[in-house]
């Protein structure tokens, strides 16, 4: 079976707009991030780590919609944990974000909080 892969939409962006719900309001929150492809993920670096209130509204309700432009994709949301996928993680966006040298070599030393989106499909 052929791995999922990611719509053409958003392989050449670099960023995509993340959309959650809040967890008392319901309204909806959008925030623009950085992300890495890999496979049918997203590696999302998430700035403000778990204080950030958009990955703790995801959190809470383990889906968020993942658009670019026009289009948008239903995924599924969970927090990286695991330090040898985080290393991944931070390989991908260095091979998608070699131009920020800096910050790829920040992130070596001392990983971000990732999060991992995966596209329903």
Not at 5 to 29: D, F, Q, Y
Not at 43 to 57: E, F, I, K, M, T
Request: hydrophobic residues 45%; contains cysteine; charged residues 20%.
């Amino acid at each position: 079976m052929a791995e999922p892969r990611i719509p053409a939409a958003l392989s050449g962006a670099t960023t995509c707009r993340i959309v959650t719900r809040g967890r008392v309001s319901g309204a909806e929150h959008a925030v623009t991030v950085w992300f890495a492809p890999v496979g049918d993920r997203l590696y999302v670096a998430v700035r403000g780590g778990l204080r950030s209130d958009w990955l703790q509204n995801a959190l809470a309700q383990e889906r968020v919609s993942v658009g670019r432009r026009h289009s948008a994709w239903p995924a599924g949301v969970a927090l990286v944990t695991d330090p040898d996928e985080s290393r991944r993680a931070v390989e991908a966006f260095a091979a998608k974000y070699a131009q920020h040298s800096f910050v790829i070599r920040a992130w070596r030393a001392d990983a971000p909080t990732f999060a991992r989106l995966v596209l329903a499909g």
